[in-house]
């Protein structure tokens, strides 16, 4: 079975600090990775996926996530903050096993306080 | 381009009515759509997965004779919450992937639905 942690409920940050949102998954089969941003009452944007390659990711808005395969992580990092980054974040896998399916992490709650 | 759109974005229906969500991919063709149901402050969870033209496979654990869902076309996917109770209260979102590359999903905006 596949199944997504994300360790953090929350993460309050000051503006213009670093931060690292943390994501480990398990999985029997191979998957597709990706972080989405959730702001209120919208649906997901995407951030950035992982699917073969280089294990460092650069998406949107300054993000970048490294795949660790030994240590089965995609954790998510953004160098510098700002308020606007206020938002829900959810890891989530996606795999095919007789068709294709994604599961969420419970999501990050990323707070940046002026 | 890859817009995903869903009609109303919220609804607010009686306690044993019947609510009707669209979900429509605007400028790309959707061979499948997914339809998940997020609790405030919780993750998504994915109700079920529907191809265009055939039946749509539920989750564990989803009714399916409460949550229709008929995909009609390659650019329309629809919910219908029948005999809505207080506790089908949720914001639902929708997915299309585009042509069959499942490894990316587009998502709607989402609908809130309150039954009273």
């Known amino acids: 079975a596949q199944s997504v942690t994300q360790l953090d409920s929350q993460v309050p940050v000051f503006e213009e600090a670093p931060v690292e949102l943390r994501c480990n998954y398990s999985?029997?089969?191979?998957?597709?990775l990706f972080w989405y941003v959730q702001y209120p009452n919208q649906g997901l944007q995407l951030l950035l996926k992982?699917?073969?390659?280089?294990?460092l990711v650069k998406g949107i808005n300054g993000f970048e996530a490294e795949f660790n395969k030994s240590q089965t992580s995609f954790h998510l990092r953004k160098p510098s903050v700002h308020i606007s980054d206020t938002a829900e974040y959810f890891c989530?896998?996606?795999?095919?096993?007789?068709?294709?399916?994604?599961?969420f992490g419970a999501g990050t709650r990323l707070f940046v306080k002026a | 381009g890859a817009v995903v759109s869903q009609h109303p974005s919220w609804v607010i229906c009686k306690s044993g009515t019947s609510v009707k969500i669209e979900c429509r991919s605007l400028d790309f063709q959707a061979t499948t759509m997914f339809w998940y149901r997020q609790f405030p402050k919780q993750s998504l969870m994915l109700m079920a997965t529907s191809n265009e033209g055939s039946k749509a496979t539920y989750e564990q654990g989803v009714e399916k004779d409460k949550f229709l869902i008929n995909h009609a076309s390659l650019t329309l996917s629809t919910l219908t919450v029948t005999s809505a109770h207080p506790e089908d209260s949720s914001f639902y979102i929708c997915s299309a992937d585009n042509r069959g590359r499942y490894y990316e999903q587009f998502f709607g905006p989402g609908t809130r639905l309150t039954v009273l």
């Open positions: 992982y699917l073969s390659g280089s294990t």
């Open positions: 999985s029997s089969v191979s998957v597709y």
């Open positions: 989530a896998v996606s795999y095919h096993t007789g068709g294709f399916k994604t599961i």
